[in-house]
């Protein structure tokens, strides 16, 4: 399960109105890189893709999961920081070990 808060859910709303394609939501997964061994991605995309786990944010907001990248995700909440020093998305994984100092990679605990 990915959960979306309510900035996230705001935020996710006002960049697909600015989209330039057919967006209708976030695609969010991961991928082996970055300075921890693994980076969290984004992708606008028109629908969920054959395999996808859908999940249903605030206000409709739609965000798609591949099932390999859920594993790593699974229980993750997507936030958005609105402060003035650091905007951006949050990704809260209670399965990260650490994230490194940028907060775009983070490694795994493995037991």
């Known amino acids: 399960m990915i959960r979306v808060t309510e900035n996230a859910a705001r ?4 960049l697909l109105e ?5 967006a209708t939501g976030l695609r ?4 082996a890189g970055g300075c921890s061994g693994f980076e969290y991605v984004f992708a606008w995309e028109p629908a969920p893709r054959e395999g996808d786990l859908v999940f249903d944010g605030p206000s409709g907001v739609k965000v798609w999961i591949d099932p390999r990248s859920h594993r790593v995700l699974d229980g ?4 958005y920081d609105t402060g003035l020093l650091s905007r951006g998305f949050i990704f809260e994984n209670p399965q990260a070990k ?6 775009t990679s983070f490694s795994l605990e493995r037991g």
């Not at 993750?76 to 936030?79: E, N, P, R």
């Not at 650490?98 to 907060?103: Q, Y």
């Open 11 to 14: 935020q996710i709303q006002k």
């Open 18 to 22: 600015k989209q330039y394609v057919e």
């Open 28 to 31: 969010v997964g991961v991928k």
């Open 76 to 79: 993750t909440t997507l936030d």
């Open 98 to 103: 650490s994230t490194c100092g940028c907060g």
